[in-house]
């Protein structure tokens, strides 16, 4: 069973940046492509950036120039360096598989998140 951990996230000032980690469970992590995904408050949860098994990167246009998604598949980790924050990036920030991993229930399984609020 997968497990995913996430970390780093915090209070940011706009303009600030974060580094967001996030720790995979399983032997197959190296031939997935990887997300994080956010979710704010009263909005659906959106995927923000990906990094193929490959190392090829998407982002959202929301994000895109600011973000940088990078994975290391000796330590089953993917990060989210996150610069030039502003308010709107406030959410709750989660990795997961793209598309994202569901149980044998196909019910889909998310970590725990890490809040990341951008506020002066």
């Known amino acids: 069973q997968v497990q995913l951990v996430e970390s780093g996230g915090g209070l940011v000032q706009p303009g600030g940046s974060l580094r967001l980690s996030c720790a995979a469970s399983g032997s197959m992590f190296r031939i997935y492509a990887m997300g994080w995904y956010r979710q704010a408050p009263g909005k659906q949860r959106e995927l923000v950036a990906v990094i193929t098994s490959g190392g090829n990167t998407h982002y959202a246009d929301s994000v895109k120039g600011r973000f940088t998604i990078s994975r290391d598949n000796n330590k089953n980790t993917v990060d989210l360096q996150m610069n030039l924050l502003k308010p709107g990036d406030t959410a709750v920030y989660y990795c997961?598989?793209?598309?994202?991993?569901?149980?044998?229930?196909?019910?889909?399984?998310w970590g725990q998140g890490t809040q990341v609020t951008v506020s002066s």
């Open positions: 997961n598989r793209d598309p994202p991993f569901t149980t044998a229930t196909m019910i889909t399984y």
